[in-house]
């Protein structure tokens, strides 16, 4: 028969996987360190994301600097796309197929940086110009402009 001992040494090498496998889930989402360098290369891109195509190129590359002033700047690219071209949304679509994380991306950046008449005209975009096969996606939008609108 074992004793206490046994036991608290099973409790403490199962409380030590659980923290070892949530520290390595979180490598993905933290792994990569927006350098100056990667910072200043992602700023630049902002000004050049005129198309769904240029949006993906920029997450994918510079991604990990999402945030601050890189973040609004991205923000207000999704949505001069979304609000002064619509008709691309299909080709947001199929880069979606292809590459599901951008989804979040576009959505996360659906937010309250934006400008209430625009995150008003995503809205009503979303809810009477829905492209055929996309009804998820505009469900999608439309949800994170009134969520947004409401911040």
């Known amino acids: ?15 030590c996987a659980a923290v070892s496998i949530a520290l390595f889930s979180m490598i993905p989402a933290y792994g990569k360190t927006c350098t100056p360098k990667d910072a200043e290369k992602a700023d630049e891109m ?5 198309s769904w195509a240029k ?13 601050g002033e890189i973040a609004e700047g991205n923000s207000e690219a999704v949505a001069r ?3 002064d071209h619509w008709k691309t ?5 199929t880069l979606i197929q292809r590459h599901a994380q951008l989804k979040d991306f576009v959505l996360r950046h659906v937010d309250a940086t934006l400008d209430t008449r625009d995150l008003d005209r995503i809205k009503t975009l979303s809810t009477s110009s829905c ?15 009134t969520k947004s609108a409401a911040q």
Request: proline share 5%; hydrophobic share 40%.
């Open 1 to 15: 028969m074992q004793g206490p001992s046994h036991i608290r040494t099973n409790i403490t090498a199962v409380a």
């Open 46 to 50: 902002v000004d050049q994301m005129n």
């Open 55 to 67: 949006v993906y190129d920029a997450y994918a590359k510079y991604g990990h600097c999402d945030d």
């Open 81 to 83: 796309l979304l609000v």
């Open 89 to 93: 949304l299909p080709q947001l679509g």
């Open 131 to 145: 492209p055929a096969g996309l009804d998820s996606l505009c469900q999608d939008l439309s949800m994170a402009a």
